[in-house]
Nanobody, 113 residues
């Protein structure tokens, strides 16, 4: 079972930036796709972005142009760079590996107005 560990969350003012990390226990990101999700208080968990095994990224409209997914295969880590953050980006952010149905534990992002 692949273990995923997110980090990098925190409290930031609107307009600020954060970079989240998702570290895997093995070399999986170069062989299978992954995705970032978020869950705001009282709401369902929703997709934010995906990255294919070849490194191609896609984003939901609400974060397009502000969030960027990147990958460091040597570190078995995927990043979510979040710029121009808005209060509505406040949520717990999770990384997910569909091939193994593995979720990380999540990291809290809070954007203050």
């Amino acid at each position: 079972q692949v273990q995923l560990v997110e980090s990098g969350g925190g409290v930031v003012q609107a307009g600020g930036s954060l970079r989240l990390s998702c570290a895997a226990s093995g070399s999986v990101f170069s062989t299978t796709s992954m995705s970032w999700h978020r869950q705001a208080p009282g709401k369902q968990r929703v997709l934010v972005a995906t990255m294919s095994s070849t490194g191609s990224a896609a984003y939901v409209d609400s974060v397009k142009g502000r969030f960027t997914v990147s990958r460091d295969d040597a570190k078995n880590t995927v990043y979510l760079q979040m710029n121009s953050l808005k209060p509505e980006d406040t949520a717990v952010y999770y990384c997910y590996l569909p091939a193994t149905r593995s979720w990380g534990q999540g990291t809290q992002v809070t954007v203050s107005s």
